[in-house]
């Protein structure tokens, strides 16, 4: 059995003289280099980047079905273009309408909540004591109003935000468009600056653009499902602010099991101040729960059953590593970059792989703790 330092120079000796292994690490430094030194200015050049990967599937298709690639590009794009202008159109002025509504009906939840639970020392005089209830329901007020004034301050006076989103909102449709029409152009552009032996960064791309591109695409057809589930169950049961809850509901599905327990509070508030305990709050608290349990128990398998071999500790992990680093859009792609991860590792050279087809040895040093790993015997 090999000791944990002679195990790490072979290893070294291994990697080191490896133009593939150095070449997939030079582009992925590069690539997240970018990302974050250049992510803002760039930001819509790979949003539209998304956007031309997610259509691509419909745009290949086409081609299947005969159709030139050109007519195919120009069909999905169409089609692209008219949702695009039916969410700008209809539902964002709507979205914001009921937004607004939402928040400026916080300070009157607020007074209802403080009523409600300054009747906890009657019924319940040895759990809490008034005192204490004035001191918490004060705190809370405090900060809600604050948080519902920042919230309106930021809507009426981000003015910068609102032109730099009319800009990009102006280029990106430009940018798809030229994506998907020339995009075996700009790949051979791209390809000419790659070293020539690039089988290891080939095999991580194909891994990564099978498992991804079928990822967004079924996560963007679970968050549409979702949200038409939802908004037509709250119109129909008359809940206030169907659309905003309903969007909520679909943008929950991209955090995977913390986006469902987190969007659930809005929900359960709002009916709750709308209908009380009555018979319509537990409807529609029935009626939300199917809609999450048909997620989880028929959507979620059949959708990505063979797409995202990942566990659910790995999942959780790279929800709070990229989400910490990027925020939202770090959120947003966790588990996409997790399979990144993944695929990185499992092509990776590994010690012994390409003489005898096993797996490498462990050193025995890694199986006997941290005093064999220093090269003291242990008795």
Request: hydrophobic letters at 55%.
């Amino acid at each position: 059995m090999q000791t944990l330092s002679e195990w790490t120079h072979d290893w070294i000796k291994k990697v080191l003289p490896n133009t593939q292994a150095i070449s997939l690490a030079l582009l992925l430094a590069l690539g997240f280099g970018l990302v974050i030194g250049l992510g803002k200015m760039l930001m819509p050049v790979f949003a539209a980047g998304v956007i031309a990967y997610l259509l691509e599937g419909i745009v290949k298709a086409g081609e299947r079905r005969k159709l030139p690639r050109l007519a195919a590009v120009l069909v999905v794009y169409l089609l692209f273009l008219a949702f695009v202008l039916f969410l700008l159109v209809a539902l964002l002025p709507l979205l914001y309408q009921q937004s607004m509504q939402f928040i400026t009906q916080l300070p009157a939840w607020a007074n209802s909540a403080q009523t409600l639970i300054m009747e906890l020392p009657q019924r319940y005089p040895g759990f809490i004591t008034e005192t204490q209830l004035v001191e918490i329901t004060a705190t809370m007020r405090k900060d809600l109003l604050s948080w519902g004034q920042s919230m309106l301050t930021y809507s009426y006076s981000s003015l910068v935000s609102i032109i730099t989103l009319i800009v990009y909102l102006i280029l990106m449709p430009f940018l798809v468009f030229f994506f998907l029409k020339d995009k075996e152009r700009i790949l051979a552009w791209f390809i000419q600056y790659l070293p020539r032996d690039r089988h290891l960064s080939g095999k991580v791309w194909d891994e990564v653009d099978m498992q991804i591109g079928n990822y967004v695409r079924g996560k963007f057809i679970e968050v549409l499902a979702l949200l038409i589930a939802s908004l037509a169950t709250f119109a129909l049961m008359g809940l206030n602010y169907p659309l905003l809850l309903a969007v909520l509901i679909g943008l929950s599905a991209i955090i995977p099991y913390v986006g469902a327990t987190l969007v659930t509070f809005p929900v359960v508030i709002v009916a709750f101040f709308q209908w009380g305990m009555g018979d319509e709050f537990w409807y529609l608290i029935l009626a939300y729960s199917i809609i999450q349990a048909l997620d989880a128990v028929v959507l979620i398998p059949l959708l990505f059953s063979e797409v995202v071999n990942l566990h659910p500790v790995a999942i959780i992990v790279a929800i709070l590593f990229f989400g910490g680093i990027w925020g939202f859009w770090g959120v947003f792609f966790a588990i996409p970059l997790a399979t990144l991860v993944k695929a990185v590792l499992n092509a990776w050279p590994r010690l012994g792989e390409e003489e005898n087809g096993e797996a490498p040895e462990i050193p025995a040093a890694m199986l006997k703790g941290p005093d064999a790993w220093m090269g003291r015997q242990q008795y």
